[in-house]
């Protein structure tokens, strides 16, 4: 099986998103990924977090991250559309703002 990193993209961060939401949205919103996460089952290999805003490195030079990864999980999969596949429906994009998904890879390291 191939493992691949799913970076959760959204314009609005998730300390904002979570700062912002009720206790009972927060709940609700639990309750689609745990329900995300027994329709996935062992194709998960770390269901993963939320992330906080980062910095950007780039030739010595740090500013503040350019990008909004809200969060990550780690899959296994036969192939990358498989890994899609477990991603219809996916409680993420009802984050607000025009959230997004990207799928990526793991490569295997010769000799690792």
């Known amino acids: 099986m191939k493992k691949f990193m799913i970076l959760y993209l959204s314009p609005v961060s ?7 939401a009720s206790p009972e949205q927060m709940q609700a919103g639990m309750r689609e ?3 995300w996460r027994e329709k996935a089952g062992k ?5 993963g977090a939320p992330l906080a805003s980062g910095q950007h490195i780039e030739a010595g030079k740090v ?21 899609v596949k477990l991603l219809n429906e996916h409680p993420h994009f009802k984050m607000p703002g025009g959230a ?13």
Not at 63 to 76: A, E, N, P, W
């Open 14 to 20: 998730a300390r904002e998103q979570m700062t912002h």
């Open 33 to 35: 990924w745990l329900k």
């Open 43 to 47: 194709a998960i290999v770390d269901l």
């Open 63 to 83: 500013t503040g991250g350019k990008l909004t990864i809200t969060g990550y999980s780690i899959v296994q999969a036969n192939s990358i559309d498989e890994a």
């Open 100 to 112: 997004s998904i990207e799928v990526l890879e793991f490569v295997p390291m010769p000799g690792m």
